[in-house]
């Protein structure tokens, strides 16, 4: 009869195992460290595929230009494009989903609207971190996220529909 337990408590202990395993391996991450694929309710994003081996890992932020729209994956704080700190959006397997927000009021867009002109731009670091000093006129840099001259990839004549747009890297030019 001991032979019996000790073969069921080995099986049970084996199934919880197992069920530990499958459920622990599951990829759930989110936020900055992984790539977010854009689901069907999703609102205010860019998605941009095709990006060139060379960028993996790397940052984006993305702007409109018009400086209505701003896209990055979270908003530590921000006054306006001179006045921010953003946590980036990264490429990974050669494409990123950007957040996309109002600049007015820091609310996801979710707007059908054509767009002239779009800028991503790639970065080292993730986090964008940038304060304009008025009396200064010069930009307050904080070494640690020291991210200036990034390269700018800019997309013409993109239409945005429920917010959401896509492109191919392919699609824009450099600046």
Sequence with gaps: ??????????????????????????????????????????????????IPMNYEGLYVFFNDNDYNLFGADTINSFKDMNNLDLLLSKISNGSVNIPLW??????RYSGNHSFREITVEVYEKSQLYRYYDE??????????FDNRNP??????????????????WTDGYNY
Aim: aromatic share 10%; proline share 0%.
């Design 102 to 107: 109002n600049q007015e009021n820091k609310n």
């Design 135 to 144: 009396n200064d006129t010069n930009y307050i840099y904080d070494e640690r």
């Design 1 to 50: 009869m001991s032979k019996k337990n000790n073969l069921s408590r080995v099986l049970f202990l084996l199934l919880v195992f197992c069920l530990l395993f499958i459920g622990c391996t599951k990829n759930n991450k989110d936020g900055n460290n992984s790539t977010k694929q854009i689901k069907e309710n999703d609102v205010g994003v860019f998605n941009l595929t095709g």
């Design 151 to 168: 390269e700018r990839r800019i997309f013409d004549n993109v239409m945005f529909e429920n917010g959401n747009a896509s492109r191919n």
